[in-house]
């Protein structure tokens, strides 16, 4: 076997995407306090209905809007979990009450992109780069928060969880891809020791593939060792390149452990598919239901792996946009605008829905049928990174090039 192509083999065995050069692996000065904090990105691709996630049951415009999908108030026969007294969370999620009561659960409602597109394709690149209405930009925005950070360029700094290598994470800096589910963490050929010793040995003081070999070697090594707790077999569906939520409990379990076994893990990304509800959508039960559920136990899951280390995560979940506010006429709803971004974490200042709700009379909606967009995503996730991973003004410049001003209103975290 070429060269080449053992080290592409174990690459992609390992999970690891080699970079280009040798830059970013460069060691930089240690930030011992920034390297500890985390960040977690849950990405819903197809577009989640967030009016049916924290639903405005105090908007008398709500239920006429939504006659057969919209949710009943709290206090109802299968109503609404009461959240403020005007906004309700939708009845499957209820594994997240305890994290809400905690004031660890945060929503930011009527964000999104500023961007008008209604393409699912064009709004997640957008999401992605961090650049809305801009197509020409290479990198994902978590790969340049991934280069700008403080602390030594490990492979395994940043996760990407999933199929593949998603758009997000794309970029100069090291990431590592593993797989979902139990398939993560599975054994290669080159933990055999025969094999792996007589490979050592080939790639011993030859120095054009001796680093790329021993890190991604290291990667796979790191993702082993962390893994070794939890190997539990998950069942993944497949959705629009992203898997359906059925699994995330056990993946968001074994994430969990990774973090805490692995300090050297900061970041990870996943991917959850079959948001697009055009039709049978439902309200406290049905199509959506059956998706949010997995999705709140595995993040209440993921929350109790961490343990202690939740006081020093953020996790933030976003989809490209948002959904019609009428229903449609196959007891779904089609691609609109505005929507709820949602934020866990042990310092979030939670309990609350942050954001300027605009109200869904006719007047108030964009365009006559969505809810419109009263906070950029990029506001939301450049205070994550400001307040929560501490970068500088300049810093932000560089993870979010085209950022608007910031929103003053905006307080995700507690002082």
Same mark, same amino acid.
């Given at each position: 076997?070429?060269?080449?192509?053992?080290?592409?083999?174990?690459?992609?065995?390992?999970?690891?995407?080699?970079?280009?050069?040798?830059?970013?692996?460069?060691?930089?000065?240690?930030?011992?306090?920034? #390297?500890?904090?985390?960040?977690? *990105?849950?990405?819903?691709?197809?577009?989640?209905?967030? +009016?049916? *996630?924290?639903?405005?049951?105090?908007?008398?415009?709500?239920?006429?809007?939504?006659?057969?999908?919209?949710?009943?108030?709290?206090?109802?026969?299968?109503?609404?979990?009461?959240?403020?007294?005007?906004?309700?969370?939708?009845?499957?999620? #209820?594994?997240?009450?305890?994290?809400?009561?905690?004031?660890?659960?945060?929503?930011?409602?009527?964000?999104?992109?500023?961007?008008?597109?209604?393409?699912?394709?064009?709004?997640?690149?957008? +999401?992605?780069?961090?650049?809305?209405?801009?197509?020409?930009?290479?990198?994902?925005?978590?790969?340049?928060?991934?280069?700008?950070?403080?602390?030594?360029?490990?492979?395994?700094?940043?996760?990407?969880?999933?199929?593949?290598?998603?758009?997000?994470?794309?970029?100069? #800096?090291?990431?590592?891809?593993?797989?979902?589910?139990?398939?993560?963490?599975?054994?290669?050929?080159?933990?055999?020791?025969?094999?792996?010793?007589?490979?050592?040995?080939?790639?011993?003081?030859?120095?054009?593939?001796?680093?790329?070999?021993?890190?991604?070697?290291?990667?796979?090594?790191?993702?082993?060792?962390?893994?070794?707790?939890?190997?539990?077999?998950?069942?993944?569906?497949?959705?629009?390149?992203?898997?359906?939520?059925?699994?995330?409990?056990?993946?968001?379990?074994? +994430?969990?452990?990774?973090?805490?076994?692995?300090?050297?893990?900061?970041?990870?990304?996943?991917?959850?598919?079959?948001?697009?509800?055009? *039709?049978?959508?439902?309200?406290?039960?049905?199509?959506?239901?059956?998706?949010?559920?997995?999705?709140?136990?595995?993040?209440?899951?993921?929350?109790?792996?961490?343990?202690?280390?939740?006081?020093?995560?953020?996790?933030?979940?976003?989809?490209?946009?948002?959904?019609?506010?009428?229903?449609?006429?196959?007891?779904?709803?089609?691609?609109?605008?505005?929507? *709820?971004?949602?934020?866990?974490?042990?310092?979030?200042?939670?309990?609350?829905?942050?954001?300027?709700?605009?109200?869904?009379?006719?007047?108030?909606?964009?365009?006559?049928?969505?809810?419109?967009?009263?906070?950029?995503?990029?506001?939301?996730?450049?205070?994550?990174?400001?307040?929560?991973?501490?970068?500088?003004?300049?810093?932000?410049?560089?993870?979010?090039?085209?950022?608007?001003?910031?929103?003053?209103?905006? #307080?995700?975290?507690?002082?």
């Amino acid at each position: 076997m070429l060269r080449r192509h053992f080290l592409k083999t174990l690459a992609l065995s390992s999970g690891i995407m080699l970079p280009l050069s040798r830059s970013a692996f460069a060691r930089q000065s240690s930030d011992g306090d920034v #390297a500890q904090k985390k960040l977690i *990105v849950i990405m819903l691709r197809g577009a989640v209905d967030g +009016l049916n *996630v924290v639903a405005p049951v105090g908007d008398a415009n709500y239920r006429r809007l939504r006659p057969s999908i919209g949710l009943a108030k709290p206090g109802t026969e299968f109503g609404a979990i009461n959240l403020d007294g005007y906004f309700g969370l939708n009845p499957a999620l #209820a594994d997240l009450t305890d994290l809400w009561n905690e004031k660890k659960l945060a929503f930011v409602h009527s964000s999104g992109s500023p961007d008008t597109t209604r393409s699912h394709f064009d709004a997640q690149d957008y +999401l992605e780069t961090g650049t809305p209405g801009r197509k020409s930009t290479q990198d994902g925005w978590m790969n340049r928060l991934l280069s700008t950070l403080p602390g030594d360029k490990y492979p395994t700094r940043s996760l990407a969880i999933g199929p593949v290598m998603p758009r997000i994470l794309s970029g100069n #800096a090291v990431v590592t891809n593993i797989a979902n589910g139990a398939a993560g963490s599975k054994a290669t050929l080159l933990d055999n020791p025969a094999i792996g010793n007589a490979f050592d040995k080939m790639y011993q003081g030859k120095a054009a593939y001796s680093q790329q070999y021993q890190d991604a070697k290291s990667a796979h090594k790191d993702i082993m060792t962390a893994s070794m707790d939890h190997m539990d077999k998950v069942e993944m569906a497949a959705s629009n390149g992203a898997p359906l939520p059925n699994g995330f409990p056990g993946d968001a379990s074994r +994430l969990g452990t990774l973090m805490k076994n692995d300090p050297k893990i900061q970041m990870a990304f996943f991917a959850l598919g079959g948001w697009d509800t055009h *039709v049978n959508q439902g309200s406290d039960k049905g199509k959506l239901a059956n998706l949010l559920s997995p999705l709140g136990k595995g993040l209440a899951t993921l929350s109790k792996q961490l343990g202690p280390l939740f006081d020093d995560t953020t996790i933030v979940v976003m989809s490209e946009f948002g959904r019609t506010a009428h229903e449609n006429g196959t007891g779904g709803t089609d691609h609109g605008h505005g929507n *709820v971004m949602w934020v866990l974490g042990g310092k979030v200042a939670g309990g609350k829905v942050h954001g300027r709700w605009s109200g869904l009379d006719e007047n108030s909606l964009y365009e006559g049928r969505d809810l419109a967009i009263t906070t950029d995503f990029r506001s939301v996730l450049s205070q994550v990174a400001e307040r929560h991973l501490q970068l500088s003004d300049k810093q932000l410049a560089t993870v979010f090039p085209l950022m608007p001003r910031a929103d003053a209103g905006l #307080a995700l975290f507690a002082s």
